[in-house]
């Protein structure tokens, strides 16, 4: 019953934190804010394929550690160094299924471009604000978020794909706002995307992962 009502109370409790929970007080505004993740969370371990939770732990740390960084962001290098780490796992989850193939990587070139152009931004914005002992962690989380999105697509799912994508728009959203200039709604469109993003990335466990082949693991390539 639980795991037939998940795909409904996931967005339901998404837009209640998003628009109908009071700032005040706070305590109450986080809890909110961290049911989404918890229920994702759940719908992941509910939805692995039979006998395979353990193979998918990666994704699941990395829901795990997000969710502290969403706990822990008022402290902005704390909550960005969970993150982090939730990207980390995420990344070395995704490469384990990698296939690259040549239009991914024509893909690839504008995403590149993108974060070059979104971290140049970033950087101007933090040297404006007298906030240059933030550049090296800043620059950090761009070039691994931007891995973890390259990752999703070497990796072909398309829920993962969806979801990085969706990752990469709400943290450039965020980090805009914050060292560039104001978005107009941002506060929604940061965490729309985000719960968006979380939600498909939870949904790629669905998919059995691949037994490599003996000359696979005898002799393993890219691609």
């Given at each position: 019953m639980f795991r037939r009502t998940l795909p409904f109370l996931i967005p339901a409790m998404g837009l209640l934190y998003i628009f109908l929970i009071p700032d005040d007080p706070e305590p109450i505004k986080l809890l909110f804010k961290l049911i989404p993740m918890v229920l994702i969370l759940c719908y992941a371990c509910l939805h692995a394929p039979a006998g395979e939770l353990r193979s998918h732990k990666r994704l699941l740390l990395?829901?795990?550690?997000?969710?502290?960084?969403?706990?822990?962001?008022?402290?902005?290098?704390?909550?960005?160094?969970?993150?982090?780490?939730?990207?980390?796992?995420?990344?070395?989850?995704?490469?384990?299924?990698?296939?690259?193939?040549?239009?991914?990587?024509?893909v690839m070139l504008p995403m590149l471009v993108y974060a070059v152009y979104i971290a140049a931004r970033l950087v101007q914005g933090l040297l404006d604000s007298n906030d240059g002992y933030l550049i090296a962690p800043v620059l950090f989380y761009v070039?691994?978020?931007?891995?973890?999105?390259?990752?999703?697509?070497?990796?072909?799912?398309?829920?993962?794909?969806?979801?990085s994508l969706l990752f990469l728009a709400s943290d450039s959203i965020l980090s805009w706002n914050m060292f560039v200039s104001d978005v107009r709604f941002s506060g929604p469109l940061i965490m729309l995307t985000y719960y968006a993003a979380q939600w498909l990335i939870a949904s790629s466990i669905k998919t059995p992962l691949a037994k490599p082949q003996a000359s696979e693991r005898q002799n393993p390539s890219f691609g």
């Open positions: 990395g829901l795990l550690f997000c969710m502290i960084g969403d706990a822990t962001l008022r402290w902005f290098v704390i909550g960005l160094s969970a993150f982090l780490i939730g990207h980390l796992f995420y990344l070395s989850y995704f490469l384990r299924q990698r296939r690259m193939t040549r239009a991914k990587l024509i070039a691994a978020i931007f891995t973890m999105s390259v990752s999703a697509l070497a990796n072909g799912n398309r829920f993962a794909i969806a979801g």
